[in-house]
């Protein structure tokens, strides 16, 4: 089994920033693909970002493209979100995700092992 917890979350001005963070334990994650998705009110989940534990190769949504970075620390089993420049429309619960498969798996909430309870982040305008 694995856990993932987030932190971080909270209230910022738009063009904050803020640093999520998920800890993941429970199993050894060299095999595993680690990623970020999100929920705003009334809408569905979707797709932020993810990175291969392997290799360190990242994927984007548009919509964060050039404003968040994913990063990893294998010797901590944690996944970070930096997000800058942020926007009213960032608004939403956070969550980590895990997936067996290929980086891929993570573009779709479907491809997703294992998900943290989320943590919420609040643009204010």
């Known amino acids: 089994q694995v856990q993932l917890v987030e932190s971080g979350g909270g209230l910022v001005q738009a063009g904050g920033s803020l640093r999520l963070s998920c800890a993941a334990s429970?199993?050894?994650?060299?095999?595993?693909?680690m990623g970020w998705f999100r929920q705003a009110p009334g809408k569905e989940r979707e797709f932020v970002t993810a990175?291969?534990?392997?290799?360190?190769?990242?994927v984007y949504a548009d919509s964060v493209k050039g404003r968040f970075t994913i990063s990893r620390d294998s010797a901590k089993n944690t996944v970070s979100l930096q997000m800058n420049s942020l926007k009213p429309e960032d608004t939403a619960t956070y969550y980590c995700?895990?997936?067996?498969?290929?980086?891929?798996?993570?573009?779709?909430?479907?491809?997703?092992?294992?998900w943290g309870k989320g943590t919420l982040v609040t643009v204010a305008s």
């Open positions: 995700a895990a997936t067996a498969g290929l980086i891929g798996r993570l573009l779709n909430s479907h491809g997703v092992n294992y």
């Open positions: 990175i291969s534990w392997s290799t360190g190769t990242t």
């Open positions: 429970g199993r050894t994650f060299s095999g595993y693909n």
